[in-house]
């Protein structure tokens, strides 16, 4: 059974920072590609950032510079630094699980962790 688990959303000011964590389970995690999406409250998903097997491809204009994504194959758990926040970031973070398109299978989501960037 795959499972990802998404940890470290909170209320937290401007200006602050919090760490993101998703612990994947049940994949064969080093062979993924992994991102972080956003979904703010009536607006679409849209993604924060992607990482390949080892290395940073995309990150949301809004968030470079500030943001930070990276994993750790050996505990299978991904990471989003989020540093500088701001009222805008708000949203619930999920975490994907991509596999290789040759694989044909399909991808997985967390089931979300809330931020919350208010004074």
């Known amino acids: 059974q795959v499972q990802l688990v998404e940890s470290g959303g909170d209320l937290v000011q401007p200006g602050g920072s919090l760490r993101l964590s998703c612990a994947a389970s049940?994949?064969?995690?080093?062979?993924?590609?992994m991102n972080w999406y956003r979904q703010a409250q009536g607006k679409q998903r849209e993604l924060v950032a992607g990482?390949?097997?080892?290395?940073?491809?995309k990150y949301l204009d809004s968030v470079k510079g500030r943001f930070s994504i990276s994993r750790d194959n050996a505990k299978n758990t991904m990471y989003l630094q989020m540093n500088s926040l701001k009222p805008e970031d708000t949203a619930v973070y999920y975490c994907?699980?991509?596999?290789?398109?040759?694989?044909?299978?399909?991808?997985?989501w967390g089931q979300g962790t809330q931020v919350t960037v208010s004074s």
């Open positions: 994907n699980a991509v596999p290789p398109t040759t694989w044909g299978t399909r991808d997985y």
């Open positions: 990482l390949t097997r080892g290395d940073v491809f």
């Open positions: 049940g994949i064969f995690f080093s062979a993924y590609y």
